[in-house]
């Protein structure tokens, strides 16, 4: 599969950042899967544990989907959250924060 390299490669540096921060909090990351649907990062720490999915842009209703759709399928009560560099926050549905990059 070939990708643009302005996408693939801001996203992937986008996923580094946000595991470099989270790492720098003392948390434990992982990536998750539950069946073929695969969440970008569980992170742990303590008792503590979070969904997460990053995504360069929320550009269409097709991303959306995907982004939210996939920690939507993860049906306990931990905090789920899409981070993404869109200038505008979605807020939350159903429960899953929306957050920009530099808010995390």
Request: charged share 30%; aromatic share 12%.
């Amino acid at each position: 599969m070939k990708y643009s390299s302005f996408d693939y490669g801001l996203s992937g540096h986008l996923e580094n950042i946000i595991y470099l921060h989270y790492r720098s909090l003392g948390y434990k990351i992982y990536v998750g899967r539950m069946g073929k649907v695969e969440i970008d990062f569980i992170i742990e720490k303590g008792k503590e544990k979070k969904y997460i999915q990053a995504a360069y842009s929320l550009s269409s209703k097709k991303v959306i989907e995907r982004e939210f759709g996939n920690l939507e399928k993860a049906r306990d009560a931990y905090e789920k959250i899409v981070i993404s560099l869109d200038d505008i926050s979605l807020g939350n549905r159903n429960g899953i924060k929306h957050l920009r990059a530099w808010e995390i």
